[in-house]
């Protein structure tokens, strides 16, 4: 378990932060980045599961969504931690995680309507919270190939992020579904 006594290092002051294995790092390399990226998708994701709260009927929804939110912290310390430094335990997301992704879409789109175009950013408050959810996704997977370009890594972490994306997008729609608010459909040059 992780133990954090104290909140403020001050080594922040001067652009400059700390990798988990001690190495000084700017604050703005490919690698603080990436896994800040992550960070942020999971306080959005966390804004949905919030929203989870009151729909009595996506109990499933939340543990899945609640699940994930662990996951990337786990992919936050793998991104944190150079593979040189891990200790036995150190979380990392493994294959097995993307293929349960991959699972829970199949089993989330099994129910809903084929799309026929693309669809806007709506559906509700919460599907809207997920779309949302989904553009930082995407946002973290860039910010992860730009590291990919500097640095070699596990090879889980794209996949990984690369199917969530696809995951938020399933859920959004799922949640719209499951709520009964209509998804509106992309009509190009609809002015």
Not at 6 to 11: A, E, I
Not at 96 to 103: A, H, K, T
Not at 147 to 166: A, C, F, I, Q, V
Request: charged share 30%; hydrophobic share 40%; glycine share 8%.
């Amino acid at each position: 378990m992780v133990r954090i006594t104290k909140v403020y290092t001050k080594t922040g002051d001067a652009g400059k932060t700390r990798l988990a294995g001690g190495q000084e790092i700017a604050k703005n390399a490919a690698r603080i980045e990436a896994f800040g990226t992550v960070d942020e998708l999971n306080a959005f994701l966390g804004w949905a599961v919030q929203g989870l709260s009151s729909e009595d009927q996506l109990p499933e929804l939340q543990k899945r969504m609640m699940r994930i939110q662990n996951e990337l912290f786990d992919l936050g310390s793998q991104l944190a931690v150079l593979a040189e430094d891990r200790r036995e335990g150190t979380p990392v997301i493994i294959s097995s995680d993307v293929e349960r992704l991959e699972s829970e879409i199949d089993d989330m789109n099994d129910d809903l309507p084929p799309l026929k175009s693309f669809i806007l950013p709506g559906g509700g408050e919460l599907a809207t919270r997920l779309h949302i959810s989904r553009t930082v996704c995407r946002r973290a997977e860039r910010q992860l190939v730009r590291l990919l370009e500097k640095e070699t890594l596990d090879g889980t972490e794209l996949p990984y992020l690369n199917r969530l994306s696809d995951w938020l997008f399933v859920a959004s729609r799922y949640v719209s579904w499951q709520t009964g608010n209509d998804e509106f459909l992309w009509k190009p040059g609809e002015r």
